[in-house]
């Protein structure tokens, strides 16, 4: 079989190395499309159920919402965990499915089990709300804005109200969570004696703010010629029209003269609450470069592209760019970029590509001292791995840095091959001044000469690394990618030698004749030569030395240390802090600012931003005390 594919090659090695070219050009254009992503997805399909309790404390939320939830969803179809978190004000349930199975259909699952739920719940408990898919490293561009022109509530409704939108609707992005700022809010501030004078309830003045605040519509009146469309006007917006709002009448007849009196005149909410513009309670924070400002997280949808979506949000940040000089606001744009990850890991291995090749050119040229020589054996590397790369995309999987790490791993491999059967082609080429039939038939013998073994070596080594494809679990997820490319890029590269090798060679080595063998080389050869003879003289020696050899490096194993990734650079640090469980925001914000005084003072550090509790529908789900910097 192996002989009949050399034949065929030699037959049309015009229509192979075009063959070989179009495949190289779609690479590129398949490389250029492709998914990008700094891990492969690695979390298992699963659903995260996030419940606003206002008011109530976690034993209380525990018990009304967080175990009614649970209860709802651990029967569903799939199901293999159900997590929960329970803070103040807060219940987080997180379902975890079978692996392999549909994010979508699992999502669907988990929605079908809220609509049982819901209505179970106490009154004054917001409504289950599913988090939006994203993907398994979740974070895509985090945006700190400052502004000494503006307040801290216009800024937050700036970002809110006018640059959140804009980015959210690039197309990749899931999520765009709001730390810091202060959320406008307009207050009633009751007082009890006021409204026991006035036998009011509290339910009451609910009522009335209800109304005042509500949009209700209003219908349509009918005449002989004509539909006349009603539309009512009575939403308050500010503070002295919420004030001017009627209070229906009690419930409960007057007990005193002076509420009897008070019963005859319409009954304001100005004359016994205090109604004005204030700012909503705060679950979270976040201090930017050591100074309160606003906070926008931005999160990936699941099987987005980070890179193209990145640059796409960067081109809006730019389009914005004018309209918030204009307002006096700094923009922070890369407090955290995972995309910088992405293309350092680019850069990484591209510049192991041109390395190697560089390293590859200048030992076949010393060797073969023939440049066609070099770029016969040497077009099998990009072939090789824009094979492989077509393959990834094709599957669905990302190029990430692991599957551009087996491809790195692999650079050495791929070339293996070819380099082999090219200098045997040459080797059988020098001094016969084959042309035409004679050539063909050389080269065809020389290339199923050492197919063979290459074919077996290939094969071994890609048997070495089928283990790692058929890992499950996180290490699964990780290193199965890493496997897969590796093990393409290099079963590519037998086809290639198997091909494209043998009629590249007949294009190009066959018009003149190659170089003759370098004498250092053959002298090289000869004392190879004589001491394989004197080691095949004791042959137990030598394998008994073997043995040791690999006995002491099994008994070294330990010493070494392990872990499940290698120390990425990615020039982005994460730090935790806790402080005494109860502690304030205010108390966090005054030792943030000291922590970021003292972080910005080292040389090297450009930009430090900090993230304490939590904000409405974000992924960090913690209580005042906890904080996180990004430095």
Known sequence: MLAAIIRWSLRFPVVVCALAAMLAVYGVLVLARARYDVFPEFVPPQAT???????????????????PIEQAISGASGVTAVRSQTISGLSVVTVV???????????????????????????????????????????????????????????????????????????????????GGDERQLQVQVE?????????????????????????????????????????????????????????????????PAAAAGAATPLRLRDFATVTDGVAPKFGDTLVMGKPGVLLNLSSQYGANTLIVTRALEGALAELAPALRARGVTLYAGLHRPANFIENALA?????????????????????????????????????????????????????T????????ALGVVVDDAIIGVENIVRRLRGTHAHGSEAREIIQNASVEVR????????????????MLMLSGLQGSFFAPLAASFSLATLASLLVALTVTPAAALLLLTRT??????????????????????????????????????????????????????????????????????????????????VAAELLAIPGIVTVE??????????????????????
């Open 192 to 256: 009890p004696r006021e409204l026991n004078a006035r036998d009011l309830a509290f339910s009451d003045v609910v009522a009335a703010v209800r109304s005042a605040t509500g949009v209700r519509g209003g219908g349509f009146i009918e005449t002989p010629n004509q539909r006349v469309l009603i539309e009512s006007r009575g939403q308050t917006l500010d503070a002295a029209a919420l004030g001017a709002a009627v209070v229906p009448t009690a419930s409960v007849a007057p007990t005193t």
């Open 610 to 631: 900090q993230t304490m509790g939590r904000a409405e529908a974000g992924e960090d789900t913690w209580e005042p005390n906890r904080s996180e910097l990004h430095i």
């Open 452 to 467: 063979a073994p290459v074919v077996y070596a290939t094969f071994v080594v890609v048997l070495v690394l089928a283990p």
């Open 513 to 594: 004749e190659p170089h003759a063998e370098a004498a250092w080389l053959g002298r090289l050869k000869d004392r190879h030569a004589a001491l394989l003879r004197r080691w095949s003289a004791w042959p137990r020696r030598v394998i008994g030395g073997s043995a040791l050899v690999t006995l002491l490096a099994a008994a070294a194993l330990p010493l070494f240390g392990s872990e499940l990734m290698p120390p990425f650079r990615e020039g982005h640090f994460v730090v935790q802090a806790y402080a005494t469980p109860g502690t304030s925001l205010i108390a966090m914000r005054t030792l943030g600012a000291r």
């Open 97 to 179: 499915f079978q692996e392999n199975l549909d994010p979508y259909r699992a999502r669907q699952i988990v929605a079908e089990a809220l609509e049982q739920v819901t209505a179970r719940l106490p009154q004054g408990v917001k409504p289950p709300k599913l988090e939006p898919l994203t993907s398994s490293t979740m974070d895509l561009l985090k945006l700190g804005f400052l502004s000494e022109r503006l307040s801290p509530m216009e800024l937050r409704e700036l970002v809110q109200w006018t640059i959140r939108p804009r980015l959210l609707a690039v197309p990749g992005v899931a999520r765009a969570t709001l730390y």
């Open 348 to 400: 990484g291995i591209r510049l192991d590509v041109v390395l190697g090749a560089v390293l590859i050119t200048l030992v076949l040229f010393l060797f073969l001292r023939d440049l066609r020589s070099v770029v016969v054996a040497f077009v099998s590397i990009p072939l090789a791995l824009l094979a492989a790369v077509i393959v990834v995309d094709a599957v669905g999987w990302t190029i990430n």
């Open 402 to 409: 692991m599957t551009l790490g087996g491809l790195a791993v």
């Open 49 to 67: 159920v996030q419940t606003e309790a206002p008011g109530l404390v976690a034993e209380q939320v525990e018990l009304l919402v967080t175990l």
